[in-house]
């Protein structure tokens, strides 16, 4: 190191102190967080295996060149691969690999999307045939639905796919500039084979989009097809972040493919050319983006928590003014405005754990309630993994943002692994749909199910709260100091109550109007606020649920139930205004809920750096000079700086061409006027 003596071997820890001071058994919490003894075990195992391997290294993808990190992702799958095959890991194994190796590339949406979607789609036949070769990676295939001109709109594409009779071909076909597929994850530079999206047309009809599988590049030496035209769609924000992956565009020019490449499970086209629909719901053509939406649910604590651990940490390290008298200065985790924007934040990511384990539940159950041709609760679990996909990735992407800024100046570097995390993230709020228009989905859930329990029917999971509609509208709120806050029923029914109407006057307005689509486009903005509220809902009592159930390890349960209010007090005092403006609360009770928010930080503080050492993220993973276990933040920032290639030369490169120049005057001359 350059500069300063080489700390000696010595292990520091500069938040041992801080460690000291837990009220509860950190290794309970861990498995708790991990989901189980088990999980724990495959997630201590694999971190490290990937963290000990130079393979994996990650420090300088902010650094190289696009082509660089691009071609290096490609190593990395390749030896991660390897890996798998070689150790015979499992799926579970595997994927917490591909977790930690924590760089987006083709393997996601192959394994993520184009399985899942044959999976949900291909008949027993199609899956014979095609994933066999896709669980070898013998193909590499993307899910390619959105157009240079449409993507949430998901019946406004335009591709193709006209079926020929006499040759037993659909052709497939970019018929404008606007159809060019455009956005699939790795499709510009990796796939053989896309997942395509196309209008059916058969006989002369157009009968909506369906999905084909075409092959797009040679099996023997990767050349595109003919009359395949596919490429990058170029650099995406950020250093790093999710340019790894080769997202691409891809345009037909009449490409013909066998008829049993329609994927025919849920629709088939006769030799003849006739349509047929199977009596399943043809929503089961959205399976696989249900499926990521749960998935990207899950892993919003992850990311979450990453940013937290890097905050809290380096808040406990750093210390800002008060070192009067020999003191020391204060340590910037303890000034209130930090606790204040960092807590909920630590709070979220506990509550978006437990909503990420009960959302792997659902889809668990959904699924095995699809197999026994069971689809009521379709649109339950439509509506959830739409809401809190939502929900949970804004509040994640903002909240890594929030942690950059409350590492102050450190945090705008690389260094701090923070800027990266956010450009890696952000996209997943726009990603598997645009987070408005999926709180819209929700909305339409949500007045189509007061008008079902308008007309007698007993709304179920989710819902059920808006089988009481009567009595959560005409009830009040009974908290008359802060304390009250504290009890369980009371917070629960506080969001029900604002949910449910806020719910109820959007169903008031649109039932009123003569137009109701007319009026459902006017009244949107209060609609996505409707669902937001109906998300948080989910997310605080799930939490509850959770926060109520003994738990193995001292102090485990408590630290729950302190996480659990503050998430909810801290959603109640930011959103307050629905809380008033439904009249379900007075000033005075938001003013008691601000007090107990306070007070529960108190209860935070000596806890906080443990909190986050339960999430149990290896300094690998969270690649970041700030938030290292050991907090010796200094000596890696400055180690760090000597790494950068700019100080590779004492004298940098250019200095002859255009710095000399200027300050030995040769570039404007004696006669200058400035
Ligand atoms: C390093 C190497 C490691 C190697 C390791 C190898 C081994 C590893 C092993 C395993 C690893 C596994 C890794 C997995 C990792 C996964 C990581 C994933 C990362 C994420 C990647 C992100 C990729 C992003 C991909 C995409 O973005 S795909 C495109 C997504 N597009 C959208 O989301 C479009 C949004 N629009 C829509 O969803 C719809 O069109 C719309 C908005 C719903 C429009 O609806 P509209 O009402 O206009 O029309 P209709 O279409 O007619 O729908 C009406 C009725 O249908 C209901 N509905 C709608 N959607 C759904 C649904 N999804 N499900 C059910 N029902 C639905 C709707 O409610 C209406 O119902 P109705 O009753 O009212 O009629
Ligand atoms: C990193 C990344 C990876 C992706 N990977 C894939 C992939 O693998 N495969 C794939 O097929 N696609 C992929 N996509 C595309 C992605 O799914 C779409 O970008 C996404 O669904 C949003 O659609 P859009 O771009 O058409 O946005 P638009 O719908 O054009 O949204 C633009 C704005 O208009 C608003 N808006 C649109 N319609 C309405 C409405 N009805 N009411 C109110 N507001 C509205 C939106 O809220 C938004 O603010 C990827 C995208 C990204 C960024």
């Known amino acids: 190191m350059e500069g300063i003596e080489e700390r000696g071997v010595k292990e520091v820890d500069y938040l041992a102190e801080e460690r000291a001071g837990a009220q509860f058994h950190v290794h309970s919490m861990k498995i708790f967080l991990a989901g189980g003894q088990h999980e ?101 295939g993307c899910y390619a639905q959105t157009e240079l001109g449409h993507g949430s709109n ?20 970019s018929p404008t500039l606007t159809s060019t597929k455009w956005w699939p994850g790795g499709l510009g530079k990796a796939s053989t084979h896309a997942l395509v999206y196309a209008r059916l047309i058969t006989d002369s009809q157009d009968y909506g989009v369906h999905a084909f599988i075409a092959q797009i590049r040679s099996l023997d030496d990767h050349i595109p097809l003919p009359n395949v035209t596919v490429g990058d769609i170029g650099v995406k924000f950020g250093n790093g972040g999710y340019n790894s992956m080769d997202n691409g565009l891809l345009r037909f020019d009449h490409v013909r493919i066998p008829r049993e490449n329609m994927l025919m499970k849920l629709a088939r086209v006769t030799e003849q050319g006739k349509y047929e629909r199977s009596n399943k719901p043809r929503q089961l053509g959205y399976g696989a983006m249900v499926y990521i939406r749960q998935g990207i649910v899950a892993e919003a604590s992850v990311y979450l928590s990453r940013a937290v651990t890097i905050a809290v940490r380096y808040s406990a390290v750093r210390r800002q003014f008060g070192g009067k008298d020999d003191k020391a200065e204060v340590q910037v985790i303890d000034y209130r405005t930090q606790q204040h924007r960092l807590f909920p934040l630590l709070a ?44 949970t990735t804004s509040v994640t992407a903002d909240g890594i943002e929030q942690c950059r800024k409350l590492c102050g100046g450190h945090g705008y570097l690389c260094a701090s692994g923070l800027p990266e995390l956010y450009a890696a993230y952000v996209p997943a709020c726009t990603y598997e749909g645009d987070n408005t228009i999926l709180l819209l989905q929700v909305a339409r859930f949500l007045l189509k199910t007061l008008t079902q329990v308008a007309s007698g029917t007993k709304p179920v999971g989710t819902a059920a709260y808006l089988g009481n509609v009567q009595h959560l509208t005409s009830v009040n709120c009974e908290v008359s100091q802060g304390k009250d806050w504290l009890n369980p029923s009371v917070l629960l029914e506080a969001f029900e109550a604002r949910s449910a109407r806020m719910a109820v006057a959007c169903a008031m307005h649109v039932a009123e109007a003569p137009d109701s689509e007319l009026a459902f486009e006017e009244l949107s903005p209060e609609l996505v606020e409707a669902a937001r509220a109906h998300c948080q809902l989910i997310v605080v009592s799930k939490f509850i649920e959770q926060a109520q159930k003994d738990l193995p390890g001292e102090g485990v349960k408590q630290q729950l139930e302190v996480l659990c209010n503050l998430y909810a007090l801290s959603l109640l005092t930011t959103h307050s205004s629905d809380f008033l403006a439904t009249g379900y609360l007075t000033g005075t009770q938001v003013s008691h809920a601000k007090d107990q928010q306070k007070a529960l930080f108190s209860c935070v503080r000596p806890n906080a ?39 590779e030369s004492v004298v940098t490169e250019g200095y002859h061409e255009y710095l000399r120049p200027v300050l030995t005057q040769q570039l404007w001359g004696p006669t200058s006027k400035l």
């Open 609 to 647: 750096v443990a909190l986050v050492d339960a999430f149990d993220h290896t300094d690998h993973y969270l690649g970041s000079a700030l938030g290292r276990y050991d907090g010796d933040v200094y000596t890696h920032l400055y180690k760090g700086a000597w790494k950068d290639p700019l100080n």
């Open 40 to 140: 724990y075990e495959v997630s201590t195992r694999i971190a490290n295996l990937v963290a000990n391997d130079p393979v994996f290294a990650k420090e300088d993808r902010a650094r190289i060149s696009r082509k660089e990190l691009y071609k290096n992702s490609l190593k990395k799958a390749g030896h991660a691969w390897k890996i798998i095959l070689e150790k015979g890991l499992t799926e579970e194994e595997s994927m917490r690999m591909r977790a930690f190796i924590d760089e987006p590339n083709y393997t996601d949406l192959h394994w993520g999307m184009f399985i899942t979607a044959l999976k949900g789609q291909a008949t027993e036949e199609q899956q014979h045939k095609w994933l066999r070769q896709a669980y070898k990676l013998a193909i590499i």
């Open 348 to 391: 979220t990511a506990y509550a978006y754990r437990i909503v990420g384990f009960w959302m792997k539940w659902l889809y668990a159950d959904v699924t095995e309630r699809l197999n026994n041709n069971d689809f009521s609760n379709l649109p339950e679990v439509h509506a959830c993994t739409a809401g809190l996909k939502s929900i």
């Open 154 to 173: 998901v019946q406004g594409l335009e591709t193709t796919a006209t079926f020929d009779p006499s040759t037993d071909e659909f052709v497939l076909n």
